[in-house]
């Protein structure tokens, strides 16, 4: 069965400070995809990165960065220099199947709480 | 290019009242997919549609309806509301609905059961 997990309900750090969230996912098919999304207060879901399972590359854009690690089913993210802007609600996500019965699978998030 | 269109954004209802939700996609988005986000439960997949077809369900009870329609704006039903609908509810589009694509969401509609 398809489970994502992100372990870390509530993080806080000091403005400047790297964090990094973790995501480790359950699946067993060979072809899935893996998502970030940002929910700041207002609620709106940001989309922020998609991986699928066949690319193990890292990928850095501006101060974020995501580690996917297949041999140990991780998608962790990395905020370097984090700024108060970036608190919000973080969400991974597991999407699997190839033809109009994907389904969607949320991690429970994890609040990041960005102190000036 | 507008986003996702949710509406109404708050609403009050008592238990026992059914209520109709609205969501108007990304234009060229064919699949719009609903979820429930509490704070205990956190997001949960409701259902998807994809030409005025529910392709996907989640683990819902029947009182949770919806459908989609040509233009491929959809509605959510939710009757017989019992206190535990009260929730943030979300909608999402996507071009096609495959596994591969992001979704975009809308601000959602904060439902409150008194």
């Known amino acids: 069965a398809q489970k994502v997990t992100q372990a870390q309900t509530e993080i806080s750090v000091v403005e400047k400070e790297d964090v990094t969230l973790d995501c480790v996912y359950e699946t067993r098919d060979t072809t899935y995809y893996l998502f970030w999304y940002k929910q700041p207060p207002s609620g709106e879901l940001v989309f922020l990165i998609r991986r699928n399972s066949f690319d193990e590359q890292n990928e850095i854009s501006g101060r974020y960065s995501w580690n996917f690690q297949k041999s140990t089913s991780s998608f962790n993210f990395t905020i370097t220099a984090s700024q108060v802007v970036d608190s919000a609600v973080y969400f991974c996500?597991?999407?699997?199947?190839?033809?109009?019965?994907?389904?969607?699978?949320f991690g429970t998030g994890t609040r990041l709480k960005v102190l000036a | 290019k507008a986003g996702v269109t949710q509406t109404p954004r708050y609403l009050i209802k008592t238990r026992g009242q059914q209520v109709t939700l609205s969501c108007s996609p990304i234009s060229g988005h064919r699949s719009v997919s609903w979820y429930q986000q509490t704070p205990g439960q956190g997001l949960q997949f409701l259902f998807e549609y994809f030409s005025e077809t529910q392709r996907n369900k989640g683990n819902f009870p029947g009182r949770f309806s919806g459908r989609q329609f040509s233009n491929s704006r959809s509605e959510m039903n939710v009757s017989t509301l019992e206190l535990g609908d009260s929730a943030l509810y979300l909608c999402?589009?996507?071009?096609?609905?495959?596994?591969?694509?992001?979704?975009?969401f809308g601000d959602g509609t904060r439902l409150s059961i008194l």
């Open positions: 999402a589009s996507s071009l096609d609905g495959l596994s591969n694509q992001p979704q975009h």
């Open positions: 996500a597991l999407s699997e199947g190839t033809s109009g019965t994907y389904k969607y699978i």
